[in-house]
């Protein structure tokens, strides 16, 4: 049995070591504050074919990539519960209205088990506007793609093949961005 001076003993050296790194934590990053795109990006040379994945509407209809062959696309797979994917929804959103004029869409696949009436109460308290609302029902593209985690966005190019990924959020809403995502899909 330990006596009271040794538990206390104890504690105090188990909060020691805490204490200070916790007085000189870094702050939080402001949530509009992500990381540069081109820095985040990482290329497949040569570009790949993706897998043959199956999402869903708001209305329920299936789609596939194949749907959009000869278009560009910008696949992001994301969810409302995951902070860096929520962080990063309204720089897609500002990057959905760039793209637009240039037949590139910005397809964000939502793996939430809530379905639409969940991603339908994102958007609205958002404001989110321009983007479709789609499902992954539970995640199968984004195990097809081989994602290690959310947000994955992939460049998909006009001839239907990944041209890029991203593994995290990235600041899509800057100039620079929508230069670069057109440049990569052509």
């Keep these: 049995m330990i006596g009271r001076r040794g538990w206390l003993g104890r504690t105090l050296l188990a909060t020691a070591g805490t204490l200070p790194a916790a007085a000189f934590a870094r702050k939080p990053q402001a949530a509009e504050r992500l990381p540069d795109l081109a820095q985040a990006l990482s290329r497949r040379q040569p570009p790949v074919a993706p897998p043959a994945i199956v999402f869903t509407d708001a209305s329920g209809q299936p789609h596939s990539l194949e749907n959009f062959r000869g278009r560009g696309m910008v696949v992001n797979l994301w969810a409302t519960w995951c902070l860096p994917c929520v962080t990063e929804?309204?720089?897609?959103?500002a990057l959905s209205q760039t793209l637009a004029p240039f037949d590139?869409?910005?397809?964000?696949?939502?793996?939430?088990?809530?379905?639409?009436?969940?991603?339908?109460?994102?958007?609205r308290d958002r404001g989110l506007t321009a983007l479709p609302m789609l499902l992954d029902p539970g995640g199968a593209a984004g195990q097809a793609f081989g994602?290690?985690?959310?947000p994955t966005t992939l460049l998909?190019?006009?001839?239907?093949r990944e041209a890029a990924r991203v593994e995290g959020a990235a600041d899509w809403s800057t100039p620079d961005a929508a230069a670069l995502v057109r440049n990569l899909i052509g």
């Design 147 to 150: 994602a290690r985690g959310i």
């Design 156 to 160: 998909i190019d006009r001839q239907g």
């Design 104 to 123: 590139i869409a910005v397809l964000p696949l939502s793996s939430d088990r809530g379905g639409i009436p969940r991603i339908a109460a994102f958007y």
């Design 89 to 93: 929804m309204a720089a897609l959103e």
